[in-house]
């Protein structure tokens, strides 16, 4: 082949090979697109009832698209998901509505066209219902959620009382008591000189006094019950950390919780409420927020510790701190903590702006003195039945703690992921230890700090 040839085929060589290529990158994409348009899969399907609200998650390996829309005679609620097709994971969901959920009667799921598949929820009674995913967090992939809240939410008071724990003739009073102060009287003329008259000495702030030892005499003079919030960590959707022998801190926490509000309930000046009572996830907000609205005296949040290597143990407690925590450690757990919002997921577009603006704003340093104070008679009770591992009340930006007039402490039972921990975690007698001996500080805080018998602001 002559110069001149071969320099005549080069032209004509590459126009054949970006033919080639155009005609492979063509069959690429044609092989390609039916696996774009493959429809989203749902991989588990979970209800979480209680009667605060139910929940229902369906978890899938894409982001989904829903619409929604209530109807009434008899209260349902319809829902169509676009871009998947019914698979047996999703027929799951009607067997997992239990007959004791308070909102939901029964759900049914089906085929309502191509790649659209409808949900009818029946529901027992009406309810405010909110639709909303979660991005993949943790071990969790792409969350479509369905919060049914009731159209009249139960009133936690109302609970007290229907139990006997609070009077039926009281109410909460929105505003301090100092602004019920009555102004002076105008004088028309300057007042007229009167005999000297001994005057009564100012009546000194009545209080419940709380006295540490047990005893079930009601102590003279009480002006009112005590209440205390226990906040037993995670729940639903958050399982909080989860030890080697596979127990969930949710479960762990709430066990202990309700052994110590048995023993509250046995003593004749305080009552007791759960921010929790069931397996279901409750925002850190609304748990400040329900211990305020029963006007509760000290808030208690319950956790069972995990760290990155299995010999970490021992107890630990914890209050909020205004300058940063105290350590490392410390501001690590709080960011763990924190985080639980994430994991068990909230609605950012219903997000309570002004209850966050309370609780980032509000804290007060009287509020951080007196958990100090709690933190630190409970921690002494502590060290009597496990290990410490640190031996004062450590600070760190805990949400949970920030309640602006309730004294707050947050408790570390033990260490899950230690499994000789886990094991005196899930050990009834541990337990039963624990809750006595938190109940023992709480007594002692009192017995030196009792509390005023006024209104507080809610």
């Not at 993949?136 to 809240?149: E, M, S």
């Not at 002006?223 to 205390?228: E, G, H, K, L, S």
């Not at 703690?401 to 899950?416: G, Q, R």
């Amino acid at each position: 082949m002559s110069r001149s040839t071969e320099i005549c085929t080069k032209p004509l060589k590459s126009k054949i090979r970006r033919t080639v290529l155009k005609a492979g990158g063509t069959l690429l994409i044609s092989v390609l697109a039916p696996m774009s348009a493959r429809a989203a899969q749902i991989v588990a399907v979970r209800v979480w009832p209680a009667e605060d609200y139910t929940r229902v998650t369906l978890e899938n390996d894409a982001e989904l698209k829903t619409s929604h829309f209530l109807v009434q005679n008899p209260d349902r609620m319809v829902v169509d998901i676009e871009g998947i097709e019914l698979n047996p994971t999703l027929k799951e969901l009607v067997a997992k509505i239990q007959p004791n959920d308070p909102y939901i009667k029964q759900v049914r799921v089906g085929q309502n066209r191509p790649n659209v598949v409808r949900l009818v929820f029946d529901l027992k009674e009406e309810v405010k219902p909110q639709v909303f995913t979660l991005p993949p967090v943790g071990n969790y992939q792409h969350r479509l959620v369905f919060d049914l809240y009731p159209v009249n939410p139960p009133d936690p008071i109302a609970a007290m009382i229907e139990k006997g724990e609070w009077p039926s003739g009281s109410t909460v009073d929105p505003a301090p008591q100092v602004a019920q102060a009555q102004p002076p009287q105008p004088q028309a003329q300057p007042p007229k000189p009167q005999p000297q008259i001994p005057q009564p000495q100012p009546e000194q702030p009545q209080i419940a006094r709380i006295d540490p030892k047990p005893d079930r005499t009601p102590t003279p003079g009480l002006t009112r019950m005590i209440t205390i919030a226990l906040d037993p960590g995670h729940g639903g959707e958050d399982p909080g950390a989860t030890g080697r022998g596979g127990n969930r801190e949710k479960d762990v926490v709430l066990s202990i919780a309700k052994r110590l509000k048995a023993k509250i309930e046995q003593q004749p000046n305080m009552r007791v409420m759960l921010t929790r009572d069931a397996d279901f996830f409750v925002p850190l907000g609304v748990r400040v927020q329900k211990a305020r609205k029963v006007q509760a005296d000290l808030f208690v949040s319950i956790h069972a510790d995990a760290f990155v290597t299995p010999t970490a143990r021992g107890s630990s407690v914890f209050a909020l701190s205004e300058k940063g925590a105290t350590s490392t450690a410390a501001r690590w757990m709080a960011n763990k903590e924190n985080s639980a919002d994430l994991i068990g997921g909230i609605n950012i577009k219903s997000h309570d702006k002004q209850l966050a603006s309370v609780l980032l704003d509000l804290s007060t340093t009287a509020q951080i003195n007196d958990s100090m104070k709690l933190g630190s008679a409970v921690l002494s009770e502590i060290g009597g039945i496990n290990k410490l591992h640190k031996g004062a009340v450590e600070q760190a930006g805990f949400a949970v703690l920030k309640a602006p007039d309730i004294p707050s402490i947050l408790i570390e039972t033990a260490f899950i992921s230690n499994p000789e921990e886990e094991a005196k975690l899930t050990d009834n007698a541990y337990q039963d230890q624990m809750a006595d001996a938190v109940l023992k500080g709480i007594k002692k805080y009192f017995s030196h700090n009792p509390p005023l018998a006024r209104n507080r602001l809610t």
